[in-house]
């Protein structure tokens, strides 16, 4: 079946060093969306890409989607305690949405 | 800012009973979509509606699954007989359109026992 894979699974950093998180898929995406869940929360839309090669920026976050539309990557500069939570990446595939296996991001103060 | 709600937050069941989840899209929404997550997995799709019938579903959807938009308002999730891998949190998302923002409802844990 379709998959999309997220690496790393866990990632443990300490505030204010960064912090990626890349998507991989063995498909052609459509588009792909990013979304945060906090723990004990509820998936929150983060941005979506739409265009091979496109980068997005939301302050300290740096989307990317690549040239194939296989895969994308979300960067954070400098942690901050707040960006605490599970990070997951969603590429459309026909109609569907594929949500990726999230990437664990804990800051250590 | 509007949201998604759901109801309940948390529904305990006997293994085998019919369980109704709930959900108020946002109003000016016109796709629906239902999704689970296992605890600590990821998300995985269900279902998705629009014009009052299913546009898309999983292989998770089966026979024991359906959807439904009874009024103006409302759209609901059945199980009909709850199995124990049932147990999980299910979401409710809306969007505008079938390619833009899902907008998450704050879930529903269903735990069967």
């Known amino acids: 079946g379709q998959q999309v894979m997220q690496i790393p699974q866990y990632q443990h950093v300490q505030e204010g060093e960064d912090f990626t998180t890349y998507c991989n898929s063995s498909t052609t995406l459509s588009n792909i969306q990013w979304y945060k869940q906090r723990p004990g929360g509820h998936p929150v839309f983060l941005i979506q890409l739409v265009k091979s090669g496109e980068v997005k920026k939301q302050k300290r976050l740096t989307f990317q989607f690549g040239e194939a539309k296989k895969n994308s990557s979300l960067h954070i500069t400098a942690t901050q305690t707040t960006d605490v939570g599970t990070y997951f990446c969603?590429?459309?595939?026909?109609?569907?949405?594929?949500f990726g296996t999230g990437t664990s991001l804990t800051v250590i103060p | 800012e509007p949201e998604v709600t759901q109801t309940p937050s948390h529904q305990v069941t006997q293994m085998g009973q019919e369980v109704i989840l709930r959900c108020v899209p946002i109003s000016n929404h016109l796709y629906f979509y239902w999704y689970r997550q296992i605890l600590g997995q990821k998300v995985e799709f269900l279902v998705s509606f629009y014009n009052n019938e299913i546009s898309e579903k999983s292989e998770i959807f089966d026979d024991q699954f359906s959807v439904e938009r009874p009024d103006g308002s409302n759209f609901t999730l059945k199980i009909r007989s709850t199995k124990l891998e049932d147990s999980a949190m299910y979401f409710c998302?809306?969007?505008?359109?079938?390619?833009?923002?899902?907008?998450f409802g704050p879930g529903t844990r269903l735990t069967v026992l």
């Open positions: 998302a809306s969007s505008v359109s079938g390619l833009s923002t899902q907008y």
């Open positions: 969603a590429g459309l595939i026909g109609n569907q949405f594929y």
